[in-house]
């Protein structure tokens, strides 16, 4: 079973975190995704930029809007993602644990739904 592991980043927390022990958080993150991923836990694996870099697209009777920055406003913000492979939510939860950004932030933890699945069930 798929599961998607959000990394919701606090700049307020991550910015009392002295800047050589952000780089060892850093590294020690990115060791145990190597680990997670030669133990086949870890498909995917991806950091995004800065919220102030985003731009969300709404369309609405047949009008496109495009605005700056996230949707809310929000303390946390979404700062990567990991895609992994887990037997059932509570592994996958236990592998989500095990970030480091947990410390100083929030992992939201969502299965994915099967896509193929979907399109039988839709005819697509």
């Known amino acids: 079973m798929k599961f998607l592991v959000m990394i919701y980043n ?3 927390l991550l910015g009392d975190v002295p800047a ?3 780089k060892s958080m850093m590294r020690e993150c990115l060791l ?4 997670l ?3 086949g836990y870890l498909l995917d694996s991806q950091q995004l930029e800065a919220p102030t870099t985003a731009k969300s ?3 609405r009777g047949g009008r496109t809007t495009i605005t700056d920055g996230p949707f809310a406003e929000t303390k946390e913000y979404l700062g990567g993602f990991n895609l992994i492979e ?3 939510m509570d592994e996958a939860l236990r592998i989500a644990a095990q970030f480091p950004w947990a410390n100083s932030g929030c992992i939201e933890v969502r299965p994915v739904r099967d896509i193929g699945m979907v399109r039988q069930a839709v005819g697509a």
């Open 57 to 59: 697209v709404r369309v």
């Open 32 to 35: 145990h995704a190597d680990e």
């Open 10 to 12: 606090d700049d307020s």
């Open 20 to 22: 050589d022990e952000a």
């Open 86 to 88: 887990a037997e059932n």
């Open 37 to 39: 991923r030669d133990q």
